[in-house]
């Protein structure tokens, strides 16, 4: 059972990185001289096991070797995203206490490596990622889970057992990074990739119809998207004209998927999608094939192998199943909100942890979500989630995007308000007012349905996909 130390000693080369037009390619052996090359600039700038190096790098061949050099040093690679400001920047350096920052508005990759040997370093020892979370309030906190005093070949097999085999992909292929890599998800998904040998398409920034040509020139196997981009994908017009056929595990997650846009994936694609729930915290928690998913629409999946769910009420009691509630999650690996031990202890029901989501189990312990507890609408005493009529109008022809939120009211507590996208070309308006709520007519209680449509040009979404209705909502109030 190799990883990628061992496949790049062993086939040198087999392709790591495929550029565009034959630009940016490098194979397992060039990767490797230039990762060595990267762990011993960082030691020789003082990077000890335990360390943190933050990054902010785009997508490609420099994210990619501060991912794999940190990862064999022992440190912490505290990736930050390029979109964030000076000041958002500086905090989570300073919070994390970074020993090195690689940027290129502070020292490059190309500066790290120069006239580095390219053997590998002195007392390898793995590392591992400390991703910050926005979470709901606050600043940002870093989520650290203690290191062990093991080399990456004997992480290897164990990262096998516990998550990897999960996914059910085989040795070799070709990985396409859809997201920005400072992200969990896309993250976990090329460092498993590089660790089965395959090589990896990382372009950076989703583009739609590019995506389909990359697929197709690349014969990419597998991917991990997020809702959003099913939405926009299914949009494209002459979408059926590309090769797919390449494609075995296009995986899904961070955000609800609505019922009818993972239909339509299915439909176009075939039973290729894989869907699984976790967190930055949990990692990786279900997996639900397509399968399982089409006898179920819905579900996020059952609990793998050593985890537990467990669903509470308002009132810190268990539930049974159809019953929605809390979700919490055993037998996690034991994580920290680095230097907040309130954050970390609020998360917490003895060993189980809550991602702040609210679903329900059903008799066969399928786990269904409804929404995150912080988005909550309750009016006139009535639970409304916004994930729900989220999904009934992205349902429409009309709606490139949507966001649900709760805004007061005097009578009601609060009133259900969305915020509308049109697809291009489509003018928000009264007519359009109307025919979205005949559209959710059948599919919502009036109870659920919007009290108000407002339309906009577009949703401050992150790259990944996720919306941020605190801020939508804080907004839409100071407007």
């Given at each position: 059972m190799r990883g990628f130390y061992e496949i790049a000693a062993d086939d040198p080369e087999r392709p790591a990185l495929l550029g565009e037009e034959g630009?940016?390619?490098?194979?397992?052996?060039?990767?490797?001289?230039?990762?060595?090359?990267?762990?011993?600039?960082?030691?020789a700038r003082g990077v000890r096991p335990g360390d943190c190096v933050a990054t902010v790098l785009k997508n490609g061949l420099d994210a990619l070797t501060m991912m794999l050099a940190t990862y064999q040093i022992g440190a912490y690679l505290v990736p930050v995203s390029w979109h964030f400001t000076t000041d958002e920047i500086d905090y989570i350096v300073a919070d994390c206490r970074a020993e090195v920052v690689v940027s290129p508005a502070a020292l490059t990759v190309a500066e790290l490596v120069a006239g580095q040997p390219s053997t590998a370093p002195e007392h390898r020892r793995a590392g591992s990622m400390m991703l910050y979370t926005s979470g709901t309030t606050g600043r940002p906190k870093g989520v650290r889970r203690r290191l062990l005093d093991l080399t990456p070949e004997e992480l290897h097999p164990i990262m096998m057992r516990k998550s990897w085999r999960h996914f059910g992909l085989p040795p070799g292929g070709v990985?396409?990074?859809?997201?920005?890599?400072?992200?969990?998800?896309?993250?976990?998904?090329?460092?498993?990739?590089?660790?089965?040998?395959?090589?990896?398409?990382?372009?950076?920034?989703?583009?739609?119809?590019?995506?389909?040509?990359?697929?197709?020139?690349?014969?990419?196997?597998?991917?991990?998207?997020?809702?959003?981009?099913?939405?926009?994908?299914?949009?494209?017009?002459?979408?059926?004209?590309?090769?797919?056929?390449?494609?075995?595990?296009?995986?899904?997650?961070?955000?609800?998927?609505?019922?009818?846009?993972?239909?339509?994936?299915?439909?176009?694609?075939?039973?290729?999608?894989?869907?699984?729930?976790?967190?930055t915290e949990a990692a990786v928690v279900t997996m639900v094939s397509s399968q399982e998913w089409l006898a179920r629409p819905g579900t996020v999946g059952r609990a793998l192998e050593g985890m537990t769910f467990t669903i509470v009420d308002d009132d810190g009691r268990e539930v049974p199943p159809g019953h929605p509630g809390?979700?919490?999650?055993?037998?996690?690996?034991?994580?920290?909100?680095?230097?907040?031990?309130?954050?970390?202890?609020?998360?917490?029901?003895?060993?189980?942890?809550?991602?702040?989501?609210?679903?329900?189990?059903?008799?066969?312990?399928?786990?269904?979500?409804?929404?995150?507890?912080?988005?909550?609408?309750?009016?006139?005493?009535?639970?409304?989630?916004?994930?729900?009529?989220?999904?009934?109008?992205?349902?429409?022809?009309?709606v490139a995007d949507v966001a649900v939120i709760g805004v007061p009211d005097l009578e009601w507590g609060?009133?259900?308000?969305?915020?509308?996208?049109?697809?291009?070309?489509?003018?928000?308006?009264?007519?359009?007012?109307?025919?979205?709520?005949?559209?959710?007519?059948?599919?919502l209680a009036k109870l659920k349905q919007p009290r108000v449509i407002e339309y906009r040009e577009a949703l401050p979404r992150t790259p990944t996909g996720k919306l941020s209705r605190r801020n939508v909502r804080e907004a839409y109030l100071s407007g």
């Amino acid at each position: 059972m190799r990883g990628f130390y061992e496949i790049a000693a062993d086939d040198p080369e087999r392709p790591a990185l495929l550029g565009e037009e034959g630009i940016g390619h490098i194979d397992y052996g060039g990767l490797l001289v230039r990762v060595n090359q990267a762990s011993n600039g960082l030691t020789a700038r003082g990077v000890r096991p335990g360390d943190c190096v933050a990054t902010v790098l785009k997508n490609g061949l420099d994210a990619l070797t501060m991912m794999l050099a940190t990862y064999q040093i022992g440190a912490y690679l505290v990736p930050v995203s390029w979109h964030f400001t000076t000041d958002e920047i500086d905090y989570i350096v300073a919070d994390c206490r970074a020993e090195v920052v690689v940027s290129p508005a502070a020292l490059t990759v190309a500066e790290l490596v120069a006239g580095q040997p390219s053997t590998a370093p002195e007392h390898r020892r793995a590392g591992s990622m400390m991703l910050y979370t926005s979470g709901t309030t606050g600043r940002p906190k870093g989520v650290r889970r203690r290191l062990l005093d093991l080399t990456p070949e004997e992480l290897h097999p164990i990262m096998m057992r516990k998550s990897w085999r999960h996914f059910g992909l085989p040795p070799g292929g070709v990985h396409l990074v859809c997201s920005q890599l400072y992200h969990s998800a896309p993250y976990g998904q090329a460092m498993m990739a590089l660790h089965l040998g395959h090589a990896i398409v990382a372009p950076e920034r989703f583009d739609t119809a590019g995506t389909l040509r990359l697929i197709e020139r690349h014969r990419v196997t597998n991917a991990f998207m997020v809702p959003t981009m099913f939405h926009r994908l299914l949009a494209v017009p002459d979408k059926e004209s590309y090769d797919l056929s390449s494609l075995t595990h296009l995986y899904h997650g961070a955000a609800p998927c609505p019922p009818a846009t993972k239909q339509a994936m299915i439909d176009w694609l075939g039973p290729v999608l894989w869907e699984y729930y976790g967190s930055t915290e949990a990692a990786v928690v279900t997996m639900v094939s397509s399968q399982e998913w089409l006898a179920r629409p819905g579900t996020v999946g059952r609990a793998l192998e050593g985890m537990t769910f467990t669903i509470v009420d308002d009132d810190g009691r268990e539930v049974p199943p159809g019953h929605p509630g809390l979700v919490y999650i055993g037998g996690i690996n034991r994580f920290e909100y680095h230097g907040d031990p309130d954050k970390t202890a609020a998360s917490m029901r003895g060993r189980d942890y809550t991602p702040g989501d609210i679903g329900y189990l059903d008799a066969d312990g399928y786990l269904f979500l409804l929404d995150r507890r912080t988005d909550l609408i309750i009016s006139g005493g009535v639970n409304i989630y916004p994930a729900e009529v989220e999904a009934v109008l992205l349902g429409h022809p009309s709606v490139a995007d949507v966001a649900v939120i709760g805004v007061p009211d005097l009578e009601w507590g609060h009133k259900v308000v969305a915020l509308v996208q049109p697809v291009a070309g489509v003018p928000g308006g009264d007519e359009l007012t109307a025919e979205l709520l005949r559209h959710c007519g059948p599919r919502l209680a009036k109870l659920k349905q919007p009290r108000v449509i407002e339309y906009r040009e577009a949703l401050p979404r992150t790259p990944t996909g996720k919306l941020s209705r605190r801020n939508v909502r804080e907004a839409y109030l100071s407007g």
